[in-house]
């Protein structure tokens, strides 16, 4: 697929729907063999939103300072000793 026509993971999803919409579905619906795979467009609008805040996620996580995550590990572990 061309640049333009691939998400950015810096925007935001809801400022890239119409190119979901408009572009990356359609062609999706085009690629697939649609007798062997019976799906439809608001699965793969589901599956796209998907991958999209995993990724988005796993970005955020990597671009966190050492102190942010030093502090969400320590929470981590102060809460699974309450509940014991």
Do not use: A
Not at 6 to 35: H, R
Not at 40 to 69: A, F, P, T
């Amino acid at each position: 697929m061309p640049q333009k026509t691939q998400l950015d993971i810096k925007k935001t999803f809801e400022s890239q729907k119409d190119l979901v919409v408009k572009t990356i579905v359609p062609n999706l619906m085009k690629t697939l063999d649609l007798d062997t795979y019976s799906i439809g467009k608001g699965v793969i609008y589901e599956m796209i939103h998907q991958w999209y805040c995993h990724k988005r996620n796993n970005l955020w996580i990597k671009n966190k300072s050492e102190n942010d995550i030093k502090k969400e590990t320590e929470q981590k572990h102060q809460n699974s000793r309450r509940l014991e």
